[in-house]
């Protein structure tokens, strides 16, 4: 059992370039979501989903995009990739039913933009 | 407001002693808090979790006391070890999506 599994672990990209940072999970989990973890804040969520074909902005959205397109997928795009978003980056899943309440994370992308 | 407060940001504690970290909340709308546990390069993990009826919840050597009226949870680490070192996060849940919200993270290192 695989769990969360976040491709890749690390990533130097120049300003201005664009990439998409991988996540998926094998557990069946509607919840997916994707955290920016930066020091003395914490983890900062960017977007999650609720399901296939279902996103939504968390609290920091802005110069990134996701979609959907299967259960176990959540791909996380940098458009054009800035300073600012040098960062480790967590992809999380949950399951919305049942007692499942636990969030799993995956072991994370260090990205640095230079 | 969404904000879970955190503190403090580091903790030293000797092998054998209690290590006391503290949250506190706003929005009494959260409906579950967990606290995390973080290694070096690796992601968070669950550690324990409460909801807020309960006023306690005990996992062998970890706590979590709850203060519903005072919007403020801690967790207690008993008999600390080395192995304990690492980064906690407490978050607190919120919404349908069961979307979290995390502390800024309390490094806590216990010296041997």
């Known amino acids: 059992n695989a769990g969360v599994t976040q491709t890749p672990k690390f990533q130097v990209l120049k300003t201005g370039q664009s990439m998409t940072l991988q996540c998926a999970q094998d557990?069946?989990?509607?919840?997916m979501s994707w955290y920016r973890q930066d020091p003395g804040m914490g983890l900062r969520l960017i977007h999650y989903s609720v399901g296939a074909g279902i996103t939504d902005q968390g609290e920091v959205p802005n110069g990134y995009n996701v979609s959907r397109s299967t259960t176990e997928d959540f791909p996380l795009r940098l458009l054009s990739a800035a300073p600012s978003q040098t960062s480790v980056y967590f992809c999380a899943s949950s399951s919305l039913t049942g007692g499942g309440t636990e969030a799993f994370f995956g072991q994370g992308t260090r990205l640095t933009v230079v | 407001q969404q904000q879970v407060k955190q503190s403090p940001q580091s903790l030293i504690v000797q092998k054998g002693g209690i290590s006391i970290i503290n949250c506190a909340y706003e929005?009494?709308?959260?409906?579950?808090f967990p606290w995390y546990q973080q290694f070096p390069g690796k992601g968070p993990a669950l550690l324990i979790a409460?909801?807020?009826?309960?006023s306690e919840k005990k996992e062998g050597r970890f706590t979590i006391s709850f203060n519903k009226s005072a919007k403020q949870f801690s967790l207690h680490i008993m008999d600390s070890q080395p192995g304990d070192s690492a980064t906690y996060f407490c978050a607190a849940r919120y919404g349908s999506a069961r979307q979290l919200t995390f502390g800024s993270g309390t490094q806590l290192t216990v010296l041997p």
């Open positions: 557990m069946n989990h509607e919840y």
């Open positions: 409460i909801r807020p009826d309960v």
């Open positions: 929005n009494t709308a959260f409906d579950y």
